[in-house]
C-alpha cells in the first residue's frame, strides 16, 4: 500500500462526510446531506435536506466528538431507513410486505412522522444494545475466566482489548462475504474515491475518482478502529475488578472514548507524518474489508451526492430523478414531505425544477437581452442580464469579453467547461440550461481573471503536455511545446539505448512534466525531480500521483546539484532552467512577467547562469555515455555549446532546432572514464 496515495500532500482535507446506502450513497456538507441512489431504468433519485448550523458544543474537543458520535448512530441509521424508504417506492413490482401490526398501531394513533420517529429510535436502541453485547460486554466475560491462571491486570486488560478486536474484524469478514453487503461496500469505495478526486482539485467524474484508493483517513471504520484500540490502552489502567464492575466502567466510558477518538481521526484527516500514518494504519487495514472497487455507475452516484452538498448554502433542496450533474430534470408529483425523523429547518419551497421554470429565455440570437439595470453584470464594454443566464447567453458573454484575446472565444468555452464540467457537446445541447447563481458568479470571475492577464492555465488549473495532463499554479512554469520537443528527443535516445531501468534525473522539475512524463513512457525507469522550490515540489509530486508513476520517482528540495547525493549517477541528466535575461523579463507579455513564477524564469543578468552550473556539475552525476539535454532560449544555442565544450569530459554538444526551426537544445555526452 503506498501511503502517498492516501495522504496526498496537496490535497486540500475538508469536513465532508458520507455513508454507504442501499444501492447509494450519502454525503454530509458543511449545510446539507444528499441521498443519491440508482433506480431501475438507470436514473438517479436525489434527496437533499439542509442541516440545522453547527452549535458552539461542537467546537469543544472531545465533547464535539461525543456529540458527533451520537449524531452518527442517529443519521446513519436514519439514512439507511430512509434509502429503504425510497427504494420501496420505486420498486413498485417488489413484494415489500405489510407494515407490522406494532407499526400499524403507532401510525393510527400518532400519525406516520411519529411512527416514523419511534422506529428509528427503537433500531438504534436495538443497534447499540446489540453493539454492546457483543463488542463491550461478552470480551469482558469471556475473558473473565484467564483470570485464574493471569493475575497481571494489565495482561488481562490486554487480552481482552485484542479479543474485542479479533471479534470485530472476524464479524466484518463475515458480512463482507454477502452479496449484498459487497454491494454496500462497493459504494463506500466509492464515496472514498469521490471526495479524494475533490480534495485533490480534480474534475468530479469517474475515470478521475479511478485513480485514487478506496482507502482514506477520516473513514468511520478507521474511527471504530480508533475506539477499540484507546479503549484496550485506556481499560489497561483501570485494574481488574469484579465483572460487573468492568462491564459498567466500560459501558460509562465509551463517551469519552468515542470523543478522544474522533480528535484522532480529525489529526489523521489533516495531517501526514509518521504518527498519523502508525495511527491510521489498522484502521486503513480495516477498510480493505469494508470497501472494494466501485464501477464507474457506483462512482457516478457518489459524484452525483457530492456535487448535490457543494452548492450555496441559499440553494433550494432537491427531491427527484436528476442527471450526472445533480440538476433536477424529472420534478416528484406530490408535494415534498416534511422531512421524517428531523427537526431540520423548512426547505425552500422552490426547487430547481421551479427554478428552471420560471425563466423563459432564448439564448438563440446574438443580441444578449437586456432588462433592468440593477439586474446587470458589468466586465468592461460587456453587459448581459443576470436574469438570463442561460448557458448559451453567458458563452456569448464571455466570449465578447474575451474578443480582444487571442483566441479569446476558445478560451471562453474552456472556462465555461471547466466550471461546469462539461464536454463542448454539452454546451452545445444545454445552450438554454439556466446556471446556478454559484456557477454565473464564479464564470464571471474567471473571466476577471482572464482579462486582468491571468493565463488560461492558471484559471483552470490544468494543462495537457505530451498527452498526460497536469496540474498547474503560480508556483511553477507553464509546460509549453517548445519542452515537448526536449522530452521527445529524449524518449527517442532512451529507446534507442534500449537501458534497462534508466536512471533518469529532472533538475528544476516545476510541474513535473519532464520526470513524470518520462516515467509514464517508461516503467522500469527511477526518476529523480529536484527544485529549488517547495511549493513547485509539491506540484510535482502531485502530478506524479494523478499520473499513477509516484511510487517509481523520487523527489529531492534544493538549489541545483546540491539537493543531490555525491556519488549519485544517472543515465540521463534533463532540464529546462530559468534562461531569461533578468533585463528581459519585464519586457514580456503581461501573462508571462506578471504571473508566472519569476524564479522560474530569471537566467541571471545573460540568460546562462544555470546553463554555467549545469556544465560544470552534471558531468559528475552522469554515468558513462549518459546523456545531459537542456531546453534552451532561441538565441542561446551557441552560447551552451561552447560552455559544455570547455569541459572535456563531454564529447561535442548538438544544438537541435524546433518546429518553427530556432535553436531549442543542447545535447552533449558524458565521455567513459578512464
Not at 527517442?492 to 528544476?508: Q, R, S
Not at 546539484?561 to 549519485?568: S, T, Y
Not at 523579463?585 to 546562462?608: C, F, M, Q, W, Y
Not at 555515455?625 to 542561446?636: R, T
Request: charge should be negative; charged fraction near 25%; glycine fraction near 6%.
Amino acid at each position: 500500500m503506498d501511503y502517498k496515495k492516501i495522504f496526498i500532500k496537496e490535497a486540500c482535507p475538508t469536513s465532508i462526510g458520507g455513508q454507504a446506502i442501499m444501492e447509494g450513497v450519502m454525503m454530509r456538507g458543511a449545510d446539507r446531506t444528499a441521498i443519491a441512489m440508482r433506480l431501475p431504468g438507470d436514473e438517479i433519485y436525489l434527496r437533499t435536506k439542509k442541516l440545522k448550523p453547527a452549535g458552539k458544543l461542537r467546537k469543544i474537543p472531545i465533547l464535539r466528538g461525543i456529540i458527533s458520535f451520537a449524531d452518527s448512530l442517529f443519521t446513519g441509521m436514519g439514512t439507511l431507513m430512509e434509502s429503504a424508504d425510497i427504494l420501496e417506492e420505486n420498486f413498485p413490482d417488489e413484494d415489500w410486505g405489510e407494515p407490522s401490526a406494532l407499526e400499524q398501531k403507532i401510525n393510527s394513533r400518532f400519525g406516520e412522522k411519529a411512527a416514523w420517529n419511534a422506529m428509528l429510535f427503537l433500531s438504534v436502541l436495538f443497534a447499540l444494545v446489540l453493539s454492546i453485547g457483543i463488542f463491550v460486554i461478552f470480551p469482558t466475560i469471556a475473558i473473565n475466566w484467564l483470570g485464574k491462571w493471569i493475575s497481571n491486570s494489565i495482561v488481562l486488560n490486554l487480552c481482552e482489548g485484542i479479543f474485542r478486536i479479533v471479534l470485530f474484524v472476524l464479524y466484518i469478514y463475515l458480512i463482507s462475504r454477502m452479496k449484498d453487503i459487497q454491494t454496500l461496500f462497493q459504494y463506500h469505495g466509492a464515496e472514498h474515491k469521490t471526495i479524494h478526486c475533490f480534495e485533490n482539485g480534480l474534475e468530479l467524474t469517474p475515470a478521475n475518482a479511478q485513480k485514487f484508493y478506496t482507502l482514506h483517513p477520516r473513514c468511520g471504520t478507521s474511527f471504530l478502529i480508533f475506539v477499540m484500540i484507546i479503549s484496550l490502552l485506556l481499560f489497561s489502567f483501570l485494574g481488574w475488578p469484579n465483572v460487573w464492575m468492568r462491564i459498567t466502567s466500560r459501558i460509562l466510558l465509551i463517551p469519552v472514548i468515542a470523543g478522544l477518538s474522533y480528535e484522532v481521526l480529525r489529526l489523521a484527516g489533516k495531517n501526514d507524518n509518521v504518527i498519523v500514518r502508525v495511527l491510521s494504519y489498522p484502521g486503513l487495514m480495516m477498510q480493505k474489508l469494508t470497501t472494494k472497487d466501485p464501477t464507474d455507475h457506483q462512482l457516478e452516484i457518489a459524484i452525483v451526492a457530492l456535487k448535490a452538498v457543494l452548492v450555496d448554502s441559499d440553494a433550494p433542496v432537491i427531491d427527484g430523478v436528476v442527471d450526472t450533474d445533480a440538476k433536477l430534470i424529472v420534478k416528484e408529483n406530490k408535494e415534498p414531505e416534511e422531512s421524517k425523523g428531523s427537526d431540520e429547518p423548512e426547505t425552500a419551497a422552490e426547487t430547481d425544477a421551479d427554478f428552471m421554470e420560471s425563466k423563459t429565455v432564448s439564448s438563440e440570437t446574438d443580441e444578449i437581452p437586456k432588462k433592468e439595470e440593477d439586474n446587470e453584470t458589468y466586465v468592461p464594454g460587456i453587459r448581459y442580464d443576470s436574469n438570463d443566464a442561460t448557458l448559451g447567453n453567458l458563452l456569448h458573454w464571455g466570449k465578447s469579453c474575451l474578443s480582444m484575446v487571442e483566441n479569446g472565444a476558445n478560451e471562453a468555452q474552456e472556462i465555461l467547461q471547466y466550471i461546469l464540467g462539461y464536454t463542448r457537446t454539452d454546451l452545445i445541447l444545454r445552450n438554454k440550461e439556466v446556471l446556478q447563481e454559484d456557477d454565473r458568479k464564479e464564470y464571471e470571475r474567471r473571466i476577471e481573471m482572464r482579462l486582468s492577464g491571468t493565463p488560461l492555465q492558471y484559471i483552470t488549473g490544468v494543462q495537457e503536455f505530451m498527452g498526460l495532463m497536469f496540474r498547474v499554479n503560480p508556483n511553477v512554469l507553464i509546460p509549453r511545446l517548445d519542452t515537448e520537443v526536449l522530452v521527445d528527443q529524449a524518449i527517442g535516445i532512451l529507446k534507442a539505448k534500449e537501458w534497462e531501468n534508466p536512471f533518469i534525473l529532472d533538475m528544476c522539475t516545476g510541474s513535473g512534466a519532464i520526470g513524470v512524463t518520462m516515467a509514464h513512457e517508461f516503467p522500469d525507469a527511477e526518476v529523480t525531480m529536484t527544485d529549488v522550490s517547495p511549493k513547485a515540489l509539491s506540484t510535482a509530486m502531485g502530478n506524479a500521483q494523478i499520473n499513477d508513476v509516484f511510487s517509481r520517482c523520487i523527489f529531492l528540495q534544493g538549489d541545483m546539484f546540491e539537493a543531490i547525493p555525491e556519488q549519485k549517477r544517472f543515465d540521463m541528466i534533463l532540464s529546462n532552467p530559468p534562461y531569461i535575461e533578468s533585463d528581459v523579463i519585464e519586457t514580456l507579455s503581461t501573462e508571462v512577467k506578471d504571473h508566472e513564477p519569476r524564479l522560474a524564469l530569471d537566467g541571471g543578468a545573460d540568460g546562462l547562469t544555470f546553463y554555467r552550473i549545469l556544465a560544470e556539475n552534471a558531468e559528475k552525476h552522469l554515468a558513462d555515455g549518459g546523456y545531459l539535454m537542456m531546453e534552451i532560449g532561441c538565441d542561446q544555442g551557441e552560447a551552451v555549446r561552447q560552455l559544455l565544450e570547455e569541459n572535456e569530459n563531454y564529447s561535442t554538444a548538438v544544438v537541435l532546432q524546433d518546429l518553427n526551426h530556432l535553436d531549442r537544445i543542447v545535447i552533449a555526452e558524458r565521455k567513459g572514464r578512464e
